[in-house]
């Protein structure tokens, strides 16, 4: 069983940056798949961004691309989601999850949340206007 903690969450103004953090504890994170999905208030979950097993191959949504980065170090058992030029609508609770498919990874396989088979708690971002 694997289990996902995010970190990083906060308070930050439009315009400035956090970096995210989730932590994987049990076997096998290094062959997982990777995605950072996120939940405003009255709105479905949404898909951020996604990152494959090795690294090489990363996936954002086009909402946040060219903002967001995302990245992992398996030696860590960490995915991080780096968040720049932060705007208000990226307020929302921002959640890792992990998958252990190796079916069909393409950018439709890491943009639907059934794809994955853990999810983290989530961690709250707060962007000012």
């Known amino acids: 069983q694997v289990q996902l903690v995010e970190s990083g969450g906060g308070l930050v103004q439009a315009g400035g940056s956090l970096r995210l953090s989730c932590a994987a504890s049990?076997?096998?994170?290094?062959?997982?798949?990777m995605g950072w999905f996120r939940q405003a208030p009255g709105k479905e979950r949404e898909f951020v961004a996604g990152?494959?097993?090795?690294?090489?191959?990363?996936y954002y949504a086009d909402s946040v691309n060219g903002r967001f980065t995302i990245s992992r170090d398996n030696a860590k058992n960490t995915v991080y989601l780096l968040m720049n030029s932060l705007k208000p609508e990226d307020t929302a609770v921002y959640y890792c999850?992990?998958?252990?498919?190796?079916?069909?990874?393409?950018?439709?396989?890491?943009?639907?949340?059934?794809?994955?088979?853990?999810w983290g708690q989530g961690t709250q971002v707060t962007v000012s206007s």
């Open positions: 990152i494959s097993w090795s690294g090489v191959n990363t």
């Open positions: 999850a992990g998958s252990t498919s190796w079916a069909g990874r393409t950018y439709s396989f890491y943009s639907l949340p059934r794809s994955y088979d853990y």
């Open positions: 049990g076997r096998g994170f290094s062959s997982y798949a």
